[in-house]
């Protein structure tokens, strides 16, 4: 079946604008988490839903990033006057309910924020 | 916090050389721990896993074994290829997120 997908794969803004980026879960998939990829960061959690609701935002870094997700299905994460500290792979993963330590990931958007 | 501490890379070697890549973590109780590997261009994969103490994990010629008493979790094949030139993650879960090591990059040339 189809995996976890993101788009845009690819994006490049100008440090002060918003960006908003998009993850569509593997159906059936009622977790969904956000990770930021970045050099001399590692792989950094962001935010976890369980359906629609954010049990966990702990790993957001700042309040320009926000995250929200309707329908229990769509994701998107916004980024409010991105700087140029932003720029990274943003990645989503999806698991089922039972089972939500076994993640599958997007293939990421990548973030240039110049 | 829990956290994974992970073999600096990068790590250079010869076709069916042996590969080890060292893992060890903190946490609070017994983890579930994770390899996870990203291809040149694609997306993280799940290699392998390992529940609970002494659990091996396999997949693809890899191997991983859960180690209580050392709080490690190291990753080996036999008998590397081309293809497995990666970069590898080692991961825990816990508190609802994988926490992750900084990765090691593997090169395997011919």
């Known amino acids: 079946g189809a995996g976890v997908s993101q788009s845009p794969s690819n994006k490049v803004t100008e440090k002060g604008k918003d960006v908003e980026l998009r993850c569509d879960p593997i159906s059936g998939h009622t977790a969904l988490y956000w990770y930021r990829q970045s050099l001399g960061q590692g792989l950094e959690f962001l935010i976890y839903?369980?359906?629609?609701?954010?049990?966990?935002k702990s790993g957001l870094p700042s309040d320009r990033f926000s995250a929200e997700r309707t329908g229990g299905s769509v994701s998107t994460l916004t980024i409010q006057r991105t700087q140029q500290e932003d720029s990274a792979v943003y990645l989503c993963?999806?698991?089922?309910?039972?089972?939500?330590?076994?993640?599958?990931f997007g293939p990421g958007t990548r973030l240039l924020v110049l | 916090g829990d956290s994974v501490t992970q073999m600096e890379g990068p790590v250079t070697l010869s076709e069916e050389a042996f590969l080890t890549i060292n893992c060890t973590y903190t946490?609070?109780?017994?983890?579930?721990l994770f390899w996870y590997v990203q291809y040149p261009g694609e997306g993280l994969q799940l290699l392998l896993k390992a529940t609970k103490a002494d659990d091996k994990g396999s997949n693809k010629g890899f191997e991983a074994t859960y180690r209580k008493e050392t709080t490690s979790f190291h990753l080996e094949k036999g008998s590397v290829q081309v293809s497995d030139s990666a970069v590898y993650f080692c991961a825990l879960w816990g508190d609802y997120k994988l926490s992750f090591g900084a990765g090691t990059t593997v090169t395997v040339r011919a």
């Open positions: 839903f369980q359906g629609n609701s954010a049990p966990d």
């Open positions: 993963a999806s698991s089922l309910p039972r089972t939500p330590e076994t993640q599958y």
């Open positions: 946490a609070t109780g017994y983890p579930s």
